[in-house]
């Protein structure tokens, strides 16, 4: 029995199943050998979820398709159905929003049906709300949250500044709306991964002031330039994050190369009198630790100029 001509988007209903002539027990028989997988009242998906989020993006699509164009994904929810970056996500409630304001809906447990909200400046699809929105309908919850999934889409151009303000007044007068619009100046597309946006978020909270991809011209290859992901204000220190991927042989076959590069750009950087602070993921969860080493770097800088 091949499911998936039951189900070409990947899920399907038991309702559906059962026009299908597949019964009730043959359907829970399915679901003991694995073939199929429950994903919320009457619904199942082909594929096994890979994570919280992949089984998020699942019960999404799962939705959308029950509630027909009554509604359209929202909040986090945007952000499991397109697959964009995320962190400090809880995956665990769907969010969507109803087109109809003059037509009732019911909503059930681990799914949030929001009320319509629009504004000239906000352009929803099909299937999701405005994307702007639903960054910062993020942001009600998470800063965090919002501005990896802002930084993400301000720099592939999908959002611009003007749709965030848009949508942050659409939201005005819900819960967190402070908080999130407090996040808006801060979103910047200069940053080109979510660690770059952490970095940012744990500099500006130990009260640095910084300028991302900071341009330092090359001496030994005129003409050219590297970039590196932020540089201090006023000094010659510069931060960058390292991301696992690239330098991990396990995940990336050309990790030696990047990391030969990686030395040799370093090397000619402190040539030009910059000093680099490497960060990681497992860094910028120490504070102290993120505020040593670039206070350390600074004190070098300026010993070096003396």
């Not at 949508?167 to 005005?172: D, G, I, S, V």
């Not at 931060?239 to 040799?264: C, H, M, T, W």
């Amino acid at each position: 029995m091949d499911l998936r001509r039951l189900a070409p988007s990947g899920v399907f209903s038991a309702a559906a199943a059962r026009a299908s002539g597949i019964s009730g027990a043959l359907l829970r028989s399915l679901v003991a050998q694995g073939r199929c997988h429950p994903l919320h009242r009457g619904w199942y998906s082909v594929e096994r979820p890979a994570s919280d989020k992949h089984r998020h993006r699942l019960r999404v699509m799962a939705l959308l398709e029950e509630y027909g164009d009554q509604v359209m994904a929202s909040h986090c929810s945007v952000v499991a159905l397109l697959d964009l970056p995320d962190e400090d996500i809880d995956w665990g409630t769907v969010h969507l929003m109803w087109r109809d304001p003059d037509r009732k809906f019911r909503a059930f447990s681990r799914v949030h049906i929001h009320e319509l909200l629009d504004d000239p400046g906000l352009v929803h699809t099909s299937t999701t709300v405005d994307l702007a929105l639903a960054v910062v309908q993020m942001g009600l919850r998470s800063q965090t949250g919002m501005l990896v999934a802002a930084d993400h889409c301000l720099h592939l151009s999908l959002i611009t500044p003007a749709g965030l303000a848009a949508a942050a007044r659409a939201l005005h007068g819900q819960r967190g709306v402070t908080r999130a619009k407090a996040a808006i100046p801060w979103c910047d597309g200069r940053h080109e991964s979510p660690g770059e946006t952490l970095t940012a978020q744990a500099l500006r909270g130990l009260g640095y002031s910084f300028s991302p991809q900071f341009e330092v011209a090359r001496l030994e290859r005129p003409g050219r330039v590297f970039h590196a992901d932020f540089r201090i204000d006023g000094t010659r220190v510069l931060i960058e994050f390292d991301g696992r991927v690239k330098y991990d042989p396990d995940s990336n076959p050309d990790a030696a190369r990047a990391n030969f590069q990686e030395k040799l750009r370093e090397d000619e950087l402190r040539r030009l009198g910059y000093f680099v602070v490497r960060l990681t993921r497992a860094d910028l969860a120490k504070p102290a630790l993120v505020r040593a080493r670039v206070e350390a770097s600074i004190r070098d800088s300026r010993a070096a100029a003396a």
